[in-house]
């Protein structure tokens, strides 16, 4: 579904992500693990197609096709979502706006009819329940005034609005306490499938517990320097970050 | 009528067309307005046209608008139409609800004043003058005529008819009321109207004013509207400009304000080449409330321009400017937002805010909010903003699958509606929250529906 090979990216002449490999098929859950500042976000960012990257090499194919030429919202159309590790707050644009918009589009590519305004909000209604959000968010505008939690849940809402076929979820797990942990692990299980693939984006071990990995990598400095079963996230757990550094730079 | 002005000496030239079509203007209005003529020509003669040099229009290139040859509306015979040839809707009730002006006369001549609602009064303003001596004497340039704007004496010298709107003590106007400006010439027109609108004790009322150009010559209007609030009152008036883009208009609004009066105005400006809109506002006595809005939407390489004055003259009023644009290509403009707090005025309230959007390096705004304030128990506020689309929002959306071109709009729009909705009556709120809509997605070239009445 997703090959990553010899990815390199650049901000202001900065090497963030220097030389990344992955493979990911349909049916696995991967989990990427790593310190602050190892590049997790960035390369989250840049597969979704954000422009102020600057890819100086490598390529990346989604599907057997190019995902570096398609612009962010051709790729969402082809099933790619990114649960941001900090939502856009968007004041003066409704939920319910934004929802439909993107719901309708993204119908209108896979040739299905648009969804009328009664069939729309019965949607709503059935996903708020699945993730547990307060009904009275998505009255608002979108992530205006929303806790942290909230945001995080409403990342979660979004992705079981559009169902997509690889979802990336960077750090969706922080922040959260217990309850909203469920939810949010809950939300990726029930999406999954053969069909379907996650990268799930992580700090801490806690929500795999949740959520069961097929494979643990760990990006140190811009790559992968460690790759194991669900094992390694404990291992890691226990043993913090820091054996990792070392090991890489020797 | 010569025909190659001085261009140096633009004012010498209007004064001589003044003068040399004296009997022409003063038979085409009424003796009441004839009276003031002289009087105003006197002062346009001192005060000239505004220069770049009058700190009020310091950014507003006036520059040749005034230098171009143009027929006059005095001179024009009426155009006469059949308005359901022009508006491709069905307006109901024509009589009751829509005030017509073409080039700046009023169009209805068998039936020119009307009385609506028990008591309220609505028509020309050249036959008022004559049927309401005592109304019209108190209130007719008793504002516009302090100015220190040649544009406005000028207007008083040669303006013929307008708008004529009285809302006698207690009366409610239940519809709002619709005045449709209308301009068509086969050459290149200038016109200048002149509106009066009385607002008395406890009374209520709405107005919509929309500007409409219907042929594709040049134009030039040079308005001014006096509004004058009794205590209690509640007045609002939202215009929305949309002239084509070879048209030009300087727009003046007085507004003088009585005991707990509320006035509302509302400037929506989408198409036209040239707006300046003025709105000066005193609050003459305690608890008044002002609030005074804009929204342009502007591309291609129009120029707009608010200045407002909100003139606090008394203890305990409170005042609220907004205004917003999205400036896209070479579109230029300006806001000059002033509060004035004068020394006697305590616990005044008073905000302002103006935020622009501009889409392309090409796009301008001046933004100059200034205050004066005299009273030491105050609240001000200013705020102003210059900007792009937020990037981060845009790409959020993108990354749900939502193109860039609806993203954008989704962000102009969210923009724009903290204007549209303060829109008070709910009808025309939805209608000009379409109108907005149409205009950021570029289907609003030329819009010959009324705001009220159709779709
Ligand atoms: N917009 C940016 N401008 C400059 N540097 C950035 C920007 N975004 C990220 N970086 C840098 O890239 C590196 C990786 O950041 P990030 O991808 O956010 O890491 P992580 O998500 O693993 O914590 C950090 O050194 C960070 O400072
Ligand atoms: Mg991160």
């Known amino acids: ?250 | 009528m010569s025909t190659v002005k001085e261009k140096k000496d633009i004012k010498g030239y209007l004064a001589d067309l003044f003068q040399n079509n004296r009997d022409l203007i003063d038979s085409g209005s009424s003796p009441p307005l004839n009276r003031h003529r002289e009087k105003a020509l006197s002062l346009f003669r001192k005060l000239g046209l505004p220069s770049r040099k009058s700190e009020n229009y310091r950014y507003a290139p006036l520059g040749d608008l005034f230098e171009k040859e143009f027929a006059h509306s005095f001179n024009v015979k009426k155009v006469s139409f059949n308005i359901h040839d022009i508006f491709k809707c069905d307006i109901p009730d024509l009589d009751t609800n829509l005030i017509l002006l073409v080039n700046g006369k009023y169009y209805n001549s068998e039936n020119p004043l009307r009385e609506i609602d028990g008591g309220i009064v609505v028509g020309s303003m050249a036959k008022a003058a004559t049927e309401m001596p005592e109304i019209f004497e108190k209130y007719y340039n008793s504002m516009a005529g302090d100015t220190g704007d040649g544009l406005v004496a000028m207007n008083t010298a040669f303006a013929q008819d307008g708008v004529f709107i009285y809302i006698p003590k207690g009366s409610v106007l239940k519809k709002p009321l619709q005045v449709v400006n209308i301009m068509i010439h086969e050459t290149d027109l200038m016109a200048q109207h002149r509106n009066l609108i009385i607002a008395e004790e406890n009374s209520s009322a709405r107005v919509v004013v929309c500007d409409h150009t219907l042929s594709a010559n040049s134009f030039l209007s040079n308005n001014v509207t006096e509004i004058f609030a009794a205590p209690r009152a509640y007045f609002s008036m939202c215009k929305i400009q949309n002239e084509h883009n070879g048209s030009a208009q300087v727009s003046h609004t007085f507004v003088k304000q009585q005991r707990e009066s509320n006035v509302f105005t509302n400037t929506i400006s989408l198409h036209g080449g040239f707006i300046r809109n003025n709105v000066f506002a005193r609050l003459d006595d305690e608890g008044c409330e002002n609030h005074t809005l804009g929204l342009y939407l502007t591309d291609k390489k129009q120029y707009i321009d608010n200045y407002v004055k909100i003139d606090h003259a008394q203890p305990g009023c409170h005042s609220n400017q907004l205004f917003k644009g999205v400036l896209d290509d070479q579109a230029s403009g300006s806001f000059n937002g002033i509060i004035l707090v004068r020394e006697n005025a305590q616990k005044t309230n008073a905000y302002q805010a103006n935020n622009n959007i501009l889409l392309t390096d090409d796009a301008r705004i001046n933004s100059r909010p200034q205050l004066e304030i005299y009273a030491d128990d105050v609240k001000c506020s200013h705020g102003s903003t210059v900007g792009q689309l937020d990037q981060n929002a845009l790409f959020y959306m993108r990354s749900r699958g939502i193109p860039e071109r609806e993203a954008r709009l989704l962000l102009m729009y969210a923009f724009a509606y903290e204007v549209i909705g303060r829109i008070d009556v709910k009808p025309l709120r939805n209608r000009i929250d379409d109108l907005v809509n149409k205009r950021l997605r570029g289907e609003l070239s030329r819009c010959n529906n009324c705001v009220m009445s159709c779709g």
């Open chain 1, 1 to 250: 579904m997703l090959k990553i090979k010899d990815l390199r990216v650049s901000i202001e002449d900065k090497e963030i992500i220097k030389g990344f490999n992955l493979e990911v098929n349909a049916g696995e859950v991967h989990a990427i693990m790593g310190p602050n500042g190892s590049g997790k976000s960035t390369l989250a960012a840049v597969l979704a197609g954000r422009d102020m990257f600057r890819v100086t090499g490598g390529k990346v194919l989604y599907n057997g096709e190019d995902l570096l030429e398609k612009s962010p919202e051709q790729r969402a159309k082809e099933g790619l979502f990114l649960g941001f590790q900090y939502p856009i707050e968007i004041p003066g644009v409704s939920m319910v706006n934004f929802l439909k918009t993107a719901v309708n589009e993204l119908r209108k590519y896979r040739g299905q009819k648009q969804l009328s305004a009664t069939d729309f909000l019965k949607m709503m209604r059935e996903k708020k329940e699945l993730v547990e959000i307060d009904s009275t968010l998505t009255n608002r505008s979108v992530n205006e005034g929303f806790s942290g939690g909230e945001k995080k849940k409403n990342e979660i809402f979004q992705m079981a609005m559009l169902e997509p076929k690889l979802s990336i979820l960077d750090e969706t797990d922080s922040g959260l306490d217990i309850d909203a942990l469920r939810v949010v692990a809950n939300g990726v299980n029930k999406l999954k499938s053969k069909e379907r693939a996650s990268i799930v984006i992580t700090h801490y071990q806690r929500l795999l517990d949740y959520i069961i990995p097929d494979f643990v990598h760990v990006l140190y400095d811009g790559r992968i320097v460690k790759s194991g079963g669900k094992d390694l996230a404990l291992l890691l757990e226990e043993k913090g970050y820091e054996w990792i550094k070392e090991e890489a730079e020797t």
